[in-house]
């Protein structure tokens, strides 16, 4: 929708971006990192195709989806947060907030046993290439869910204190755009990993 200024010119709406130029800078490097080790995974599967045919096969593939479902709930968790602050719901968005934490640890949980299960089959990060990438990869965004809980868990703190209002929660948006960050990792990982062969 445009307006009109005092002198009669039309002007575009003005779009809000979450978050800060800080949080976007960081944001973006770490995709840049992944992005980099999804083009060495790319690369290393040209050239052992046998490999890499064969691995996502061998991979526990429920946990993985488990996984996925529950990275996608948690960012609507976390959007929610964002639009109960915009409302001025502090209540409703301590408790989206803390079931944004639940669905993180979950994760983390389910991923736990699933590396259980990997080792019971004779999965480690010796097996072959395929499956040290897989490692890499899993763990290395597990360990940006385990940053994310601790993110999240301050922004709820900062909730929980009366930091965020309609009107001032960059903090809060910041937070949920890391959030759905590690989220839009793992959308691109689960296929990678566990179904394409």
Known sequence: ???LTNDGKKSLPHTHTPGNPAVWVFVLSEMSEFAFFFIVFL????LHPELFSTGPAQLNTLAGLANTALLITS???VANAVKATKSGHREKTISW??????????YCAIKYLEYRWNVDHGITTRTNLFFSLYYYLAFNH?????????VIGW??????LGAYDA???EGLEGAATYWHMIDLVWILLFPLLYIVG
Request: hydrophobic fraction near 65%; charged fraction near 10%.
């Open 1 to 3: 929708m445009t307006t």
């Open 43 to 46: 690369v290393v599967k040209l």
């Open 75 to 77: 960012s609507w968790f």
């Open 97 to 106: 907030l803390a079931l944004t934490i639940a669905a993180g640890l979950l």
């Open 142 to 150: 597990l360990l940006h869910v385990l940053i994310g809980i601790c």
């Open 155 to 160: 922004a709820l703190l900062q909730s929980w």
């Open 167 to 169: 009107e001032d929660h």
